[in-house]
């Protein structure tokens, strides 16, 4: 299994709910990653796990709140977002994290969210 | 720190060579290539690590210059397939460990 599941693909939320987008990775890699991606724009990171534990934290406001339960699962728990958080928000792994990882990192297809 | 990608867009006939730039104004530690394609994810093409270095497959090629400041992705005889947004990445280091960042990306658009 060499892909990134991300789920849901779309998702439309109001200003005052609480959802959740899940990422799930098999590949035996040990960091992953939350990148945000607005249109026509380079990814941005958000959030670096390493061995499950949160490394970087990308000064993302505390409405998004991120999850690893355990090394193949990676959640980020929303709450009162606004609309400009509007994107689409990729989840990415990797073997490892830092310099010479030789593979680069595997992204998902992503999760379009939508504030309204 | 980011790194900046010339030029920001280009469109080509298919069989029509490109030539993609990555600078920094500072010596990179690495150089990752990635095209994402519409509303699809980023998808790995290569990595480059050290100074002088060229790597390549298929028509798909990239090299580092000796200051690993600049990176270039050379694509040869294109064709549809390679349409997509290009990024070039890059690890910096930050508060005694590194994060990885992108890019500003080059759209490619090629032409029947």
Known sequence: DTEVTQTPKHLVMG????????????????????????????????????????????????????????????????HALQPEDSALYLCASSQGWGVRDYYGYTFGSGTRLTVV | QQPVQSPQAVILREGEDAVINCSSSKALYSVHWYRQKHGEAPVFLMILLKGGEQKGHDKISASFNEKKQQSSLYLTASQLSYSGTYFCGTEIPTSGTYKYIFGTGTRLKVLA
């Open chain 1, 15 to 78: 200003m005052t709910n609480k959802k959740s987008l899940k990422c799930e990775q098999h590949m035996g890699h040990r960091a992953m990653y939350w990148y945000k991606q607005k249109a026509k724009k380079p990814p941005e990171l958000m959030f670096v796990y390493s061995y499950e534990k949160l490394s970087i934290n990308e000064s993302v406001p505390s409405r998004f709140s991120p999850e690893c339960p355990n090394s193949s699962l990676l959640n980020l728990h929303l």
